[in-house]
């Protein structure tokens, strides 16, 4: 089975701190997610990437930046932390191509600002 | 641009029974996936059932099963039999079939199995 770890479970970090939540996988799939995940608001995208170095924006990236330096991570980055980016992130990834080969999900990390 | 409802932000039903869970959505394609995931405290999405756009018959994964309405761009999911297992948060989905495409989700489901 496909793994997506996350490596922190939970983190608290102060306003104006660049945070870095990292994702990793351990099989070859293209396609990675970050997702942030509010109540009310269901799972919302925030950035993409389709392959390595590449990234696309998701629906709510304000505030966030990526990297994918290699396939199998890819790091979502505040740049400087804000109480509103508190919230549980959530990592996925996907075999490429346009048949569904089915999204596996890290198990979150809940990140609290203070 | 595609987007998912849930109507119902909490759900309860008794261990044994019946409970359908709604969600619509809307897009201007014709083909294209739906899902329902499940999240329980552990916070693991799992996916629960999938249906393609293009097929008729709707999904059915032992006590899950979906009502897709194509024209009404509806899909519910009915769990038969509940079990306190069943208390999650539940999450339905959409995708495009073009490659690429990302998961949409609705706003989320908590369902509460009351024994």
């Known amino acids: 089975d496909v793994k997506v770890t996350q490596s922190s479970r939970y983190l608290v970090k102060r306003t104006g701190e660049k945070v870095f939540l990292e994702c990793v996988q351990d099989m070859d799939h293209e396609n990675m997610f970050w997702y942030r995940q509010d109540p009310g608001l269901g799972l919302r995208l925030i950035y993409f990437?389709?392959?390595?170095?590449?990234?696309e924006k998701g629906d709510i990236p304000e505030g966030y930046s990526v990297s994918r330096e290699k396939k199998e991570r890819f790091s979502l980055i505040l740049e400087s932390a804000s109480t509103n980016q508190t919230s549980m992130y959530l990592c996925?990834?996907?075999?490429?191509?346009?048949?569904?080969?089915?999204?596996?999900f890290g198990s979150g990390t809940r990140l609290t600002v203070v | 641009a595609q987007t998912v409802t849930q109507s119902q932000p909490e759900m309860s039903v008794q261990e044994a029974e019946t409970v359908t869970l709604s969600c619509t959505y809307d897009t201007s394609e014709s083909d294209y996936y739906l899902f329902w995931y499940k999240q329980p405290p552990s916070r693991q999405m799992i996916l629960v059932i999938r249906?393609?756009?293009?097929?008729?018959q709707n999904a059915t994964e032992n006590r899950f099963s979906v009502n897709f309405q194509k024209a009404a761009k509806s899909f519910s999911l009915k769990i038969s039999d509940s079990q306190l297992g069943d208390a999650a948060m539940y999450f339905c989905?959409?995708?495009?079939?073009?490659?690429?495409?990302?998961?949409?989700f609705g706003e989320g489901t908590q369902l509460t199995v009351n024994p």
């Open positions: 996925a990834n996907r075999k490429g191509g346009g048949e569904d080969y089915g999204y596996t």
């Open positions: 990437s389709y392959d390595v170095k590449m990234k």
């Open positions: 249906q393609e756009a293009y097929k008729q």
């Open positions: 989905a959409y995708r495009r079939t073009t490659s690429g495409s990302r998961l949409t």
